[in-house]
């Protein structure tokens, strides 16, 4: 955990010590009791302080540092590196072995979550995902190819073409019910079309989105995708 500023307030201090407690105590396996150890201790943190004015100020320095992320991340896509072909395939490279490592905390995860069997979550998540990112991986140079059309006749003297260009930055929102498959698949495509990405995975399934996040992190610089 990081502080928003160079002066934390009191009760940025306590959060922060709350969730460094809770965090410290995580021993890799019980998200149950991780999430109940952390919802705990900020729970705790925010009651010993009712000032409203501190909260509001702590609101507005986590606003800022949303507004930092997306500015990072504008600034990172106007460079022009995502609109490299080969940088999209050298971070779905990097994002299929980062999730073939992960995948015993990923099944844990799921089934903490959800109470989905080993079999389940990779039938119906985690195999998809890695479905994907190989399809994406096989054909991700075709997908950006210029691609010549026809051309009017008032214009005979020229050459038509369609030339696929990213949207920019992309925010992608997930559901708790398949918390990794629609977290990363549409990761996959966005990063695929050469987006940057914030990725707001669901507060509903604790423990896949702390796994999804620790993920991405490893995979990922935050002015290139984000959670």
């Not at 106007?78 to 994002?95: E, F, M, P, W």
């Not at 940057?196 to 996040?213: E, F, G, I, N």
Request: some cysteine; charged content about 20%.
């Amino acid at each position: 955990p990081k502080f928003c500023s160079d002066s934390p307030t009191i009760l940025e201090t306590d959060l922060h010590a709350a969730i460094v407690r809770a965090m410290g105590a995580f021993n890799g396996d019980d998200y149950e009791l991780f999430q109940a150890t952390m919802i705990g201790s900020i729970s705790e943190a925010i009651g010993l302080h009712d000032d409203g004015d501190e909260a509001e100020l702590l609101n507005r320095r986590i606003n800022m540092q949303i507004e930092s992320i997306l500015s990072a991340q504008q600034a990172f896509f106007q460079s022009g590196k995502t609109l490299d072909v080969a940088y999209r395939i050298l971070h779905l490279k990097k994002l299929y072995a980062a999730i073939r490592r992960y995948e015993p905390k990923i099944a844990a995860a799921l089934h903490s979550d959800l109470g989905k069997s080993d079999y389940e979550g990779f039938m119906c998540e985690t195999g998809l995902v890695l479905s994907e990112l190989s399809f994406m991986l096989r054909h991700v140079r075709r997908f950006a190819r210029k691609k010549t059309v026809p051309t009017p006749l008032a214009q005979f003297h020229a050459k038509s073409f369609v030339l696929p260009c990213p949207y920019g930055n992309v925010l992608i929102m997930s559901p708790w019910n398949y918390p990794f498959l629609l977290t990363i698949d549409p990761l996959v495509t966005a990063i695929a079309a050469g987006n940057t990405a914030v990725v707001k995975p669901s507060a509903y399934s604790p423990a896949t989105s702390a796994v999804v996040a620790q993920l991405i992190g490893e995979c990922f610089p935050p002015e290139y995708v984000a959670v």
